[in-house]
């Protein structure tokens, strides 16, 4: 019964396959590491939850039950969950138009919008969709990135140098308001800012196993205090984030009113792809460096349950984080029990440290999130894309500007729907070209060169891509084309090795070649068929119209099988002999005249 009981277990209690085997060796390295990660996740927290318009501790809060629960009932070893840059800034630009960030309401919309996405996310996994963040390009990740990052630090500019701009806008209000602006700058503001963004960098540059981003927090705070004790916070304008409360995670509840989910419904859905997307790609990045093989169901449950539990203990979207993943995998961690560590010493740090928030200038967090912003732009990607593919520039450039000027729910989808409509678009031309003996190859391979003389009776084709509803016109029109312009090739062979599977419509075109072939006076003949064509031939009751005898499972069967049914007549005036066989037949001794072979001039099919 218990061994029965065991594979279910697993599923549902996925910690039951690890925790067992953790060793104290493991448990050392596992709490090095969550230490690690929780220091890490101290000022990002904060950043993070000033991008998404909550209250800083928010950001905290987001990196501890959500971090535990996602490593508790996830598969990816690694793999840190909780508050992340792109999830913070989609969820300002979804709750902004609803609700002034940092309101009571605004974290309450938070709050309920993080538990439809862990639903969302919950039923996928159940339902066994992980596959679905496949159709989500690189490219729409790589240029969503890129746009929200400079989003982000377009969003700071008023806490960099002082100055008011309005909240919310697109990317092109803010830099217009920011140009109008140019003369209040606060230079006390503006040198808090500056000597935190250059500590970070020269902290990253100069002593690379530092944390930077605590050491420029401490030197922006350190700037601001002694700037507002010389001159007077009344004269240099300097803010500070203010005292975080140092507790744990308060309980709450999300809205779940009728009202309030149908508001939320498209920004969930936009939310949930990303979160997903951007948590399973990480996993599988990280897995991939120890050989490791990740469940993307079982990563859905995982990251769905961390959202919902999240949602009651007053944390906001909370999806895998690059840099706190990379960061636990580099500090040592050797089992998930490292992000469970992280985010029980992330309670017991903010308990210690979150009185120390009240030092810090919003000055100093804008200068951090410069430097979050320039490390999200993969400029190593975005070049390699830029040359590798022109499909993938126009979705990496559509959903870059997306983000810029458009609302970034509405970003996301138009790089995803552009994305699978270049697909389809791909995908429904496949590629159909002529094969025939080489003399010039070893063993007179088959070779696609146009150049190559082509049999007076028999034309052989390759076709690599499905034969589904979208590709069949482009087939048809390569039928139609060699009937019309090869009518002396009867006989038609395809080599079917590229095929994966045909849908009715691709069934139906095969039959109806196979007619007009044999109207003609040949046939059809399909070789090296794979078993999925095989399958969708047999149930569309295709092999009986094509016949049986006509599939092949080499071209050498195929073709002494062909040649007995070609005019050896017409071979026997033929001076090519493109194939093998063609040597059975003796050249015709009477005066008729020698059968040409087919004007390669004229170009169906490739």
């Not at 601001?224 to 001159?231: E, H």
């Not at 099988?561 to 005036?573: E, G, R, T, V």
Request: net charge neutral; with cysteine.
């Amino acid at each position: 019964m218990v061994n029965r009981l065991s594979p279910l277990l697993w599923h549902l209690m996925p910690f039951l396959r690890w925790l067992p085997r953790v060793r104290p060796a493991d448990i050392k390295a596992d709490f090095l590491a969550g230490l690690t990660g929780a220091i890490v996740v101290l000022p990002q927290g904060v950043a993070f939850a000033t991008i998404a318009g909550m209250p800083p501790e928010y950001g905290l809060y987001a990196g501890m039950v959500p971090a535990i629960i996602a490593a508790l009932f996830g598969s990816a070893r690694f793999l840190v969950s909780g508050p992340t840059t792109a999830a913070s800034i989609v969820l300002y630009s979804a709750l902004s138009l609803h609700a002034q960030p940092g309101t009571s309401e605004y974290v309450t919309l938070a709050l309920t919008l993080t538990f439809m996405v862990g639903v969302m996310e919950l039923l996928l996994g159940i339902a066994r969709m992980g596959a679905l963040v496949n159709f989500i390009s690189h490219s729409v990740v790589v240029g969503f990135t890129a746009g929200a990052a400079i989003l982000i630090a377009a969003k700071q500019l008023k806490n960099f140098f002082g100055v008011e701009i309005p909240r919310g806008g697109h990317f092109h209000h803010i830099v217009y308001h920011f140009g109008t602006q140019i003369p209040n700058i606060n230079w006390y503001v503006t040198a808090v800012a500056a000597l935190t963004l250059i500590s970070g960098i020269a902290t990253k540059r100069f002593w690379p196993k530092a944390p930077n981003m605590i050491v420029a927090m401490v030197v922006g705070s350190m700037a601001g205090y002694f700037l507002n004790g010389i001159f007077g916070p009344e004269t240099t304008g300097i803010l500070t984030v203010g005292a975080l409360p140092n507790s744990l995670p308060p309980l709450s509840a999300p809205n779940l009113t009728f009202e309030t989910i149908q508001s939320l419904g498209d920004s969930a859905i936009a939310v949930t792809l990303f979160a997903l997307t951007e948590a399973v790609s990480i996993g599988r990045s990280l897995a991939a460096r120890t050989g490791e093989r990740i469940d993307g169901n079982q990563e859905f449950i995982g990251q769905g349950l961390s959202n919902i539990f999240g949602s009651f203990f007053s944390g906001y979207v909370a999806t895998g984080s690059f840099n706190r993943s990379g960061l636990n995998y580099q500090a040592g961690a050797r089992t998930p029990l490292a992000a469970v560590f992280a985010g029980l010493l992330l309670m017991v740090i903010v308990v210690l440290v979150a009185p120390l928030a009240a030092y810090l200038p919003n000055a100093a967090m804008a200068g951090i999130l410069f430097m979050v912003a320039y490390g999200l732009i993969d400029f190593h990607e975005i070049k390699h894309i830029l040359h590798a593919s022109k499909r993938e520039t126009a979705v990496l450039a559509v959903t870059f500007f997306g983000a810029l000027f458009l609302e970034l729910e509405t970003a996301i989808f138009a790089g995803i729907i552009l994305s699978l409509i270049l697909y389809l678009e791909k995908v429904s031309h496949p590629i159909v070209v002529t094969r025939t003996p080489d003399p010039r190859l070893p063993n007179r391979a088959f070779s696609s060169d146009p150049d190559l003389p082509q049999c007076p009776q028999l034309r052989i084709l390759r076709i690599d891509g499905s034969l589904f509803f979208g590709s069949i016109s482009h087939v048809l029109e390569a039928f139609d084309c060699l009937r019309e312009n090869f009518p002396q090739q009867k006989h038609l062979a395809i080599i079917c090795q590229g095929i994966n599977f045909a849908d009715i419509s691709g069934c139906e075109a095969l039959e109806r070649e196979a007619e007009m072939r044999k109207a003609m006076g040949g046939a059809l003949y399909l070789v090296n068929v794979k078993q999925g064509l095989w399958d969708a031939l047999d149930h569309c009751e295709t092999l009986d119209i094509i016949g049986i005898k006509n599939f092949f499972q080499t071209k050498k069967a195929a073709l002494h099988a062909i040649f007995q049914k070609l005019d050896w007549d017409i071979c026997s005036h033929c001076d090519q002999r493109i194939y093998l066989e063609c040597k059975q037949i003796p050249k015709a001794l009477d005066e008729a005249p020698r059968v040409d072979p087919p004007d390669t001039s004229k170009r169906c099919a490739g």
